[in-house]
């Protein structure tokens, strides 16, 4: 296997990533990425609404329905009027986007993160507006431009229907996905409620097999994984009784069962632990109470880039995916720390050029092993 063709290998950054404060705009995030030379971006619906709602001052508010994300509340609302002119703003402001990123020869990787839409029951209001949503993102993506729609597992315990649910569930968006030339990036969620790993994620995209469906695996996703051993609840970082095997015989199988070709990005980023741990006078204990999974509040808070003080397997975790010869997509920085929420507006430009730095150690590193 070439080792060139891992340093050919484009570059991507999140741009939830790049800031969480409104103070970190859009326009500054895709600069941040450009001017640290990365190839492409992701662009997050927080970001686009955000800037939607600058460039149109008298834009209504959005309904209390959706969530950070832009995802709808569980209660299967009626369309609010306010949605209308909310989804105007967004398709014109998705061109301007397009724009923006085309002057800096910027590829746009996807729009993200789709969450809440597959598994839920039959007929039911909430199973009818998934599948409307589902339809915006998509026509919202094909308006930015982007190469993909991102998809995250559910993670509403409701959403039970089963597995052959998800899987008409996930064809029908990949045929939508196909008829407008877009790709669907199916994620696996560590805190998802029923598809958490990526063996679940692949036995869908499997039972799909379409060619616009594939997988968005994820170094935190899969190394954070309560099924291989890591937990941001307890003092060492790792649940009680946890053996390693558990996990290298995960990583064996997805590099034997997984061709490259499924994988159509990687999503890099490690896990801090959490000391104290989280519900044992954290400062994220408060974020727990509110009803987040406790990997969801880990996610959000305590992921850095690799190198930056966290435990996880990435080293590991992004050798197994380039051994599935993996070359075609994107090595995308998805990354979350508490500080990014502050006003510094030194934050996009700072963590885009350590995340180029940080690629560049990652990637000596992998050789450096692969060489071993």
Known sequence: MPHRAMYEMPTCFAS???????????????????????????????????????????????????????APALEPDPRDPADEPLWAALMTTASAVHELCANL?????????????????????????????????????????????????????????????????????????????????????????????????????????????????????????????????TATGWINGYHPTVFTLSLRKLTQSVPGSKIFYLQISDGAKLEPPLGRGNALDDRWKTGWESRQVWSGARRPLPFHGGYLPVLEITEAVLATGFRAGYLSYEIFEKEQEDEDPGIPERYAKEGMKTHERLMASVTRKWRR
């Open 105 to 233: 020869e910027l590829h746009i990787l996807c729009l993200q993160p789709l969450s809440q839409y597959e598994g839920w029951p039959e007929p039911n209001d909430r199973h009818a507006w998934a599948w409307e949503r589902a339809l915006r993102w998509l026509d919202l993506a094909k308006e930015l431009g982007a190469e993909m729609l991102q998809v995250g597992s559910n993670n509403e315990l409701n959403a039970s229907a089963g597995v052959e649910a998800c899987v008409q569930d996930m064809k029908r968006i990949a045929l939508a996905a196909g008829e407008r030339e877009l790709k669907i990036a199916y994620e696996p969620w560590c805190w998802g409620a029923y598809t958490n790993t990526w063996e679940a994620c692949w036995e869908i995209v499997q039972k799909v097999d379409h060619p616009a469906l594939g997988l968005c695996l994820d170094t935190f996703q899969i190394g954070g994984n309560p099924v291989y051993g890591a937990s941001p609840t």
């Open 16 to 70: 939830p990533s790049l800031g969480m404060h409104p103070a970190h705009t859009l326009p500054l995030k895709i600069k941040a990425a450009a001017d640290a030379g990365f190839a492409a971006i992701e662009i997050g619906m927080d970001d686009l609404i955000a800037y939607a709602h600058a460039l149109n001052p008298d834009l209504p508010d959005p309904h209390p329905k959706y969530r950070a994300t832009g």
